[in-house]
C-alpha cells in the first residue's frame, strides 16, 4: 500500500470519528455517567445525583484476576538465555504494562501497544487508545498493520501533532487548518516536520482487542447502569424532602410571603379550626429494594462478576470459590488467549531488536506464555498434588503451579546451587 498525504488524512479523519464514539467508555469508567448531564431536576427540590462507577469496579477486577499475578515466560526447549534475555529487557515494566493495555483493552474495546527504543537504547513499550491513535489493517486473515496515526499535544504547547508509522520509518507532523474560500469551511492540513528510522521492519504497533468483535466490556450494560443510578437518586431525595408530597393547609389561606417566613423560621400560625398536614404518596419499600436488587442482579450477572458483598461461608474452599467464579473463568480464558498473541507480537519486535543490537538470535515460538490467576490458592493441597507427581512432571513444571514462582527457571537454578552449597560444606 503507498502511504501518502491523502491516506493519512482519511487515517486521521476515521480517528476524530472515533474519538466522538469511544469517548463516552472513557466517560462512564471515569464515573461521568449519563445522569450527571440528563437527570430531571426540580425545583425547591433535593436534586442529588448518585454514581455507582460498576464500570471501573468490573474493569479492575478482571484485569486483577487475569494479571495481578506476573506472566511467567517457560522455554520449550530449556533455553536458560532466552528466559534470561527476558527478564532482563523487559521484567522490570511489563508487569503494570500488560495491566494498563488489558485496562484500555476492556475501556474502549481494543488499545494498542507501540513498541520502540527510548533514549538509552532499551527495549520499551507505551499504549495507545482509539481516542488518540487509529490502526490501519491490511484487511487478511492475519490483519496485519499496515499503518498508524497517532495524535498527540505536548504540554504549554496549543498545537496538535501527529507521527505516523510505517514499517520502515516514523513521519512527524504538525495538523493545522486551511481555509477553503469557496466554502468557508477550514479543512484539515498537514505540516511536514520530518521523518526517521525504526528499526522492526514492520509497523510497530500491536492491536489488543477486548474481545473478537472489539467491543468494550461493558458497552452492552450501559443502560442497566443509568437505570440503576436514576433509581437510587430518585429513593435518595425522595426520602431528603419527600420528592412526591405536597402541604395541605385547610380552612387558611397563606400568602406567598407566609411561605418564605415558614422554610426560614420552621413555624406556621394558622386560625382555630384549620388544619396543616402532608399529602404523601406512600413508598413501597418492598417493591423499590426488589427492583434495585434485580438491576444489581442483572448487573453482576451480563459482567459475568460475583457479588461479593453477599454473604460467603468463611472456610469457603478455593475449589468452590472457582466454582462461583466459572462464568467469570470462561469470560477471562478468551481474554487470556488473546493477551498471549500480544505478548508473542512483543517477544517477536524484541528478538528483532536483540538480534541486531547483540547479535542474538532467538525464536519467539520458543516460548510459552504462563498467566496464573491472582485467587487464593490451597497451597497445603497444591503441595501434596506437586508431591504426587514428582517422578511424572519435571521441577520446572512442577515449580509453575506455584502461584508465588514467577520465575520457575530461575527457582529452579537457585535451588540446585543451595544444594551445591550444602553438598560443600558437609
Not at 461521568?32 to 433535593?46: A, E, F, G, P, V
Not at 504538525?174 to 477550514?186: D, P
Not at 410571603?257 to 415558614?262: A, I, S
Not at 498471549?340 to 542474538?360: A, P, T, W
Request: aromatic content about 10%; some cysteine.
Amino acid at each position: 500500500m503507498q502511504i501518502n498525504e491523502s491516506l493519512i488524512l482519511q487515517c486521521l479523519n476515521e480517528l476524530n470519528k472515533n474519538y466522538i464514539s469511544k469517548k463516552i467508555y472513557k466517560d462512564y469508567y471515569e464515573g461521568n455517567h449519563n445522569i450527571l448531564k440528563n437527570y430531571t431536576m426540580q425545583d425547591s427540590r433535593s436534586n442529588m445525583k448518585l454514581v455507582f462507577n460498576y464500570p471501573r469496579k468490573f474493569i479492575d477486577n478482571e484485569v486483577g484476576y487475569l494479571l495481578g499475578k506476573p506472566v511467567n515466560y517457560i522455554s520449550k526447549s530449556d533455553d536458560e538465555n532466552i528466559l534470561n534475555s527476558i527478564d532482563f529487557n523487559i521484567s522490570h515494566w511489563d508487569k503494570e504494562h500488560n495491566i494498563n493495555l488489558r485496562k484500555q483493552s476492556e475501556i474502549f474495546g481494543e488499545s494498542y501497544e507501540l513498541n520502540y527504543i527510548n533514549e538509552e537504547g532499551e527495549f520499551s513499550a507505551t499504549i495507545l487508545n482509539p481516542i488518540n491513535c487509529f490502526v490501519l489493517e491490511d484487511g487478511t486473515t492475519e490483519r496485519n498493520v499496515v499503518l498508524a496515526v497517532h495524535k498527540f499535544s505536548k504540554q504549554f504547547d496549543d498545537k496538535e501533532y501527529l507521527d505516523v508509522y510505517t514499517d520502515l520509518e516514523i513521519l512527524h507532523y504538525q495538523i493545522g487548518t486551511v481555509e477553503e474560500n469557496k466554502t468557508n469551511n477550514n479543512s484539515t492540513k498537514l505540516n511536514y516536520i520530518g521523518s526517521h528510522n525504526h528499526i522492526f521492519e514492520r509497523v510497530p504497533i500491536t492491536v489488543c482487542p477486548a474481545n473478537s468483535e472489539k467491543k468494550s466490556g461493558f458497552q452492552d450494560i450501559i443502560s442497566l447502569f443509568d437505570a440503576y443510578n436514576a433509581l437510587n437518586s430518585d429513593l435518595v431525595n425522595e426520602i431528603a424532602d419527600h420528592r412526591n408530597a405536597y402541604l395541605v393547609v385547610e380552612n387558611a389561606k397563606l400568602e406567598e410571603e407566609d411561605l418564605g417566613n415558614m422554610k426560614k423560621m420552621g413555624i406556621i400560625q394558622v386560625p382555630n379550626g384549620a388544619k396543616v398536614y402532608w399529602l404523601t404518596k406512600d413508598i413501597n419499600d418492598s417493591f423499590v429494594k426488589n427492583e434495585l436488587d434485580n438491576i444489581e442482579r442483572k448487573i453482576y450477572d451480563l459482567m459475568d462478576e460475583v457479588n461479593f458483598n453477599e454473604n460467603w461461608a468463611s472456610n469457603t474452599s478455593s475449589l468452590a470459590l472457582r466454582n462461583k467464579l466459572l462464568n467469570l473463568e470462561n469470560r477471562v480464558s478468551m481474554r487470556e488467549a488473546i493477551m498471549e498473541k500480544v505478548i508473542r507480537q512483543r517477544l517477536k519486535n524484541l528478538f528483532i531488536f536483540l538480534s541486531k543490537k547483540e547479535g542474538k538470535i532467538y525464536d519467539y515460538r520458543d516460548v510459552a506464555v504462563k498467566f496464573t490467576r491472582n485467587l487464593p490458592t490451597d497451597l497445603t493441597g497444591l503441595a501434596d498434588v506437586i508431591v504426587k507427581l514428582q517422578g511424572v512432571c519435571s521441577r520446572e513444571t512442577l515449580l509453575a503451579l506455584l502461584p508465588f514462582v514467577e520465575n520457575p527457571k530461575l527457582e529452579l537454578n537457585k535451588y540446585r546451587n543451595e544444594q551445591k552449597n550444602i553438598d560443600l560444606s558437609e
